[in-house]
Antibody, heavy 117, light 110 residues
Framework: QVQLQESGPGLVKPSQTLSLTCTVSGGFISSGDYYWSWIRQPAGKGPEWIGRIYTDGSTDYNPSFKTRVTISVDTSKNQFSLMLTSVTAADTAVYYC?????????WGRGTRVTVSS | QSALTQPPSASGSPGQSVTISCTGTSDDVGGFEHVSWYQQHPGKAPKLIIYDVNKRPFGVPDRFSGSKSGNTASLTVSGLQADDEADYYCNSYAGSNNIVIFGGGTTLTV
């Protein structure tokens, strides 16, 4: 059974960089034909797709974040990561990592990130 | 790319059926057979219940079904049960930007 677990700071100051890591267990990131995605959900709102990374390291990003976001993968640690720069209060949300993007069949529990001074 | 349009709420009595719509454009819902639906209970992560318009992941009951006509996809929940009360979200591939977009969500009340 594949499991994903997000980790990272729960509080980030405005203008700083949000960094989260997703650790995958029960399967290898580098095996299979999967995208690995980051999705966020502000309180009371619908999910918002941030971007994805493929097993070959190629990435796709939501144009809304394109200049601020980087998703990377560390296959040796079976992890993938999200960096979002120049954060504002609007980036406050629960952040999820998932296996898949359109067909996101496994999700982490989510980690709440608050942007505040 | 705009979010997909879903009705904010839907309701039905136990045993009844309810259909939730998800409207996009020919650049997303209408152009590809890549619409998924997710169920989200309060405080939980979304759960995939339909993918590729009408396919169910293993373990999802056949009370949940999906379809698409033109730029609108639909999720039908038959034989409503109390546990079906949740938020439902659609998502779709948007080919022009090679991205994924979500709907705003529908709260289903049973």
């Amino acid at each position: 059974q594949v499991q994903l677990q997000e980790s990272g700071p729960g509080l980030v100051k405005p203008s700083q960089t949000l960094s989260l890591t997703c650790t995958v267990s029960g399967g290898f990131i580098s095996s299979g034909d999967y995208y690995w995605s980051w999705i966020r959900q502000p309180a009371g709102k619908g999910p918002e797709w941030i971007g994805r990374i493929y097993t070959d390291g190629s990435t796709d990003y939501n144009p809304s974040f394109k200049t601020r976001v980087t998703i990377s993968v560390d296959t040796s640690k079976n992890q993938f990561s999200l960096m979002l720069t120049s954060v504002t209060a609007a980036d406050t949300a629960v952040y999820y990592c998932t296996r898949g993007s359109l067909r996101a069949d496994y999700w982490g529990r989510g980690t709440r990130v608050t942007v505040s001074s | 790319q705009s979010a997909l349009t879903q009705p904010p709420s839907a309701s039905g009595s136990p045993g009844q059926s309810v259909t939730i719509s998800c409207t996009g454009t020919s650049d997303d819902v209408g152009g590809f057979e890549h619409v998924s639906w997710y169920q989200q209970h309060p405080g939980k992560a979304p759960k995939l219940i339909i993918y590729d318009v009408n396919k169910r992941p293993f373990g999802v009951p056949d009370r949940f079904s999906g379809s698409k006509s033109g730029n609108t996809a639909s999720l039908t929940v038959s034989g409503l049960q109390a546990d079906d009360e949740a938020d439902y979200y659609c998502n779709s591939y948007a080919g022009s930007n090679n991205i994924v977009i979500f709907g705003g969500g529908t709260t289903l009340t049973v």
